[in-house]
């Protein structure tokens, strides 16, 4: 299949180390927030999603956290394994804005080491 | 599966030519979305569809392209008079909304466009 962000940058780390990909978002309107996994040739997937009301919620080994402050958004994975490796991406919306559009990041491509 | 269906997975024709893609969303979703995605970018919005009402459409979606959801069911996106820049993949993605409440887009594996 073909490669998805060719030229993103990446973030490598070792099977079963713990892996935290940034995202800095640009609306301080933006309420609703999404991660996304995308595999080579495939749509992006759902990884989990956030709102703006609170600062840090889990899933199965991902957690992500929420600073609204400096508008920032972290993905963590723990125990990283192979399959993990993909690129990752952030999406924004503003519920009150208008606009039904959520915005994506660039992307993370992350690389995970055997 | 009961996912968000794209097809053709993949389109290649010669620059000039029209160009028609299909999305099935999941059944019970509301929302349709198309998105853009080139190589090393995050999907670009390109139009929103409420039921069968096309509610939202972006600056990039230039009056050769044209998007349609007949009976807020599947929906087809057309490109006419194709040009080398409209190569990129073609996502199609569903949610279920109600008001302003938002929530996840679930996509479609897209349609990988090619003009040559």
């Known amino acids: 299949g073909e490669s998805v962000g060719l030229h993103l940058p990446t973030l490598s780390v070792q099977e079963g180390d713990n892996s935290i990909i940034n995202c800095a978002y640009s609306?301080?309107?933006?309420?609703?927030f999404i991660w996304y996994k995308q595999e080579s040739g495939k749509g992006p997937q759902f990884i989990i999603d956030i709102r703006s009301n609170m600062d840090k919620r889990q899933g199965q080994r991902v957690t992500v956290l929420l600073n609204k402050t400096v508008k920032h958004l972290s993905l963590q994975i723990a125990a990283t394994q192979p399959g993990d490796s993909a690129v990752y991406f952030c999406a924004e919306i503003s519920s009150d804005s208008g606009t039904y559009k959520y915005i994506f990041g660039t992307g993370t491509r992350l690389k995970v080491l055997a | 599966d009961t996912g968000v269906s794209q097809n053709p997975r993949h389109k290649i024709t010669k620059r000039g030519q029209n160009v028609t893609f299909r999305c099935d969303p999941i059944?019970?979703?509301?929302?349709l979305y198309w998105y853009r995605q080139t190589l090393g970018q995050g999907p670009e919005f390109l139009t929103y569809f409420q039921n069968e009402a096309q509610l939202e459409k972006s600056r990039l979606l230039s009056d050769r392209f044209s998007a349609e959801r007949p009976k807020g069911s599947f929906s087809t996106l057309e490109i006419q008079r194709t040009e080398q820049g409209d190569s990129a993949m073609y996502l199609c993605?569903?949610?279920?909304?109600?008001?302003?409440?938002?929530?996840?887009?679930?996509f479609g594996n897209g349609t990988r466009l090619t003009v040559t």
């Open positions: 993605a569903s949610s279920l909304g109600q008001g302003r409440a938002n929530s996840p887009l679930h």
């Open positions: 609306n301080s309107a933006s309420d609703y």
């Open positions: 059944s019970e979703h509301n929302r």
